[in-house]
């Protein structure tokens, strides 16, 4: 049973630029959440998907920044217009269906953006 | 103040060494996690906890719900250990603010042989 896969691990781009992270939740799993680490600082959570919904976007910034998790495929993190502040390690975490207090989210390895 | 406060921010040891990390929360929860996160960047969920006290392996976790406090402690201490331990909280209604974690700034622990 793979575990909750991202790809790419690293990914570069030039400013303005678009960047688009990809995360596979484990077999099973589907719910997903985005958290970003900036340098030297703690993991924020950034959104809360299930299939073909967004539950929770309230630590996204304004704009620029969208995700989707469609019925079939990966959840997609897009980030338009890159700027250096982006920068950081993106984590996707999955969880089963079940909820409450069951519901243990595990990590994807992460993306690491880099802003020239 | 952060809604979640960890102590220390470091940690140095020597192998074989007892270790506490304490974890203090200011907010409701439904359940407590503990994260460990390898130099290379990838994290690893360790205990999810919303009462008393779970072990695995040299790894125990305990919280205590009315002072809103956690530990991770590990035993007999090895410097495969070394990594950043985090801790982590999910508010207490899961429908609706769904399951987000909110995160501590991480303890960097350091084991020398």
């Known amino acids: 049973n793979a575990g909750v896969m991202q790809n790419p691990r690293h990914l570069v781009r030039r400013r303005g630029q678009e960047a688009r992270l990809r995360c596979s939740p484990m077999k099973g799993h589907s719910h997903v959440y985005w958290y970003r680490q900036l340098p030297e600082e703690g993991l924020k959570f950034m959104v809360y998907l299930q299939k073909e919904n967004i539950i929770d976007e309230s630590g996204m910034p304004k704009e620029r920044f969208s995700a989707e998790f469609p019925k079939e495929g990966p959840s997609i993190l897009r980030i338009q217009q890159v700027v250096r502040g982006d920068s950081a390690a993106y984590f996707c975490?999955?969880?089963?269906?079940?909820?409450?207090?069951?519901?243990?989210?595990?990590f994807g390895p992460g993306t690491r953006l880099t802003v020239l | 103040k952060n809604e979640v406060e960890q102590s220390p921010q470091n940690l140095t040891a020597q192998e074989g060494e007892f270790i506490t990390i304490n974890c203090s929360y200011s907010v409701g929860i439904s359940a407590l996690h503990w994260l460990q996160q390898h130099p290379g960047g990838g994290i690893v969920s360790l205990f999810m906890l919303s009462s008393g006290k779970k072990k695995h392996g040299r790894l125990i976790a305990t919280i205590n719900i009315q002072e809103k406090h956690s530990s991770l402690h590990i035993t007999a201490s090895h410097p495969r250990d070394s990594a950043v331990y985090i801790c982590a909280v999910r508010p207490p209604s899961v429908e609706t603010s769904g399951s987000r974690l909110t995160f501590g700034e991480g303890t960097q622990l350091t084991v020398n042989p």
């Open positions: 975490a999955s969880s089963p269906p079940a909820g409450g207090l069951y519901n243990e989210q595990f």
